[in-house]
């Protein structure tokens, strides 16, 4: 009987033991995996190639990879809105791009110390990132984190913003390789997003 209760007593233990050590483990891989930032800026309204949208193409992409990667979405926007019209839109930026303006944004990151990995996402606009991106970029600290650029272009790919973010972020060592996807791509053909997401993310 001592005998018997013995090895009742063990095997409890063991149990025991290697519940725990799963319930430790757990516990580190949460601790250990990065936190995720998919900061992004969209304009809604009309746009080239796609008409009148109700939401943004970059949007959606930026939706996808916090989709993808469980990480927090955060919109970029101007107090001052953007007009929803083509031309004029596509004129104030060209006037803001000239005048090296920092629109001031409606909000700030919560604790962006608490990020690691920042997926910054724009349209492309005359070649470039729109002002606001800008505004952002030199609002915090980005020297110790990992940045990945993303954007929606109608054929400029990632235009020069690849070396505009690094005279940006000259503190910040990781810029990975950037993502582009056609706007018009990004808002009608959601399959090709995800797909286009994956193989990046994949590829980090
Ligand atoms: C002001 C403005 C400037 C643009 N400049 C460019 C450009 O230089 N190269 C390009 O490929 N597309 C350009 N486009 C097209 C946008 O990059 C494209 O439609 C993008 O997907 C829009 O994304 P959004 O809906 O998230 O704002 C421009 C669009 C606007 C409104």
Redesign the pocket.
């Known amino acids: 009987m001592k005998k018997i209760l013995f090895l009742f007593v063990v095997g409890c233990m063991a149990a025991c033991n290697s519940s725990s050590a799963t319930d430790t483990k757990t516990a580190e891989q949460a601790a250990q995996k990065p936190k995720v930032l998919v900061a ?5 309204g009309e ?4 008409g009148e ?1 109700k ?7 930026a939706k996808e990879i916090a989709r993808q990667t469980g990480g927090t979405l955060f919109r970029i926007q101007a107090v001052e809105k ?1 007009p929803a019209e ?1 031309d004029a ?6 006037n803001e791009q000239a005048a090296k303006a920092r629109p001031t944004l409606t909000e700030r990151v919560e604790n962006m110390s608490q990020y690691d990995v920042i997926y910054i ?8 990132m ?1 002002m606001p991106v800008y505004t952002f970029l030199e609002s915090y600290d980005f020297s110790d984190k990992t940045v990945h650029p993303f ?7 990632l ?1 020069r913003t690849e070396t505009s973010l690094k005279e940006t972020l000259p503190k910040t060592t990781t810029i990975g390789p950037g993502m582009a ?4 791509v ?2 009608k053909e959601p399959s090709a997003v995800f797909t286009a997401v994956r193989n990046w993310l994949e590829q980090e």
């Open positions: 992004y800026f969209s304009h809604s746009n080239y190639g796609v949208i939401e943004g193409n970059t949007q959606k992409v953007y083509y839109c596509t004129q104030r930026a060209k996402g724009y349209p492309i606009w005359w070649g470039d729109p954007s929606t272009h109608e054929g400029s790919g235009g996807i056609k706007g018009h990004a808002q």
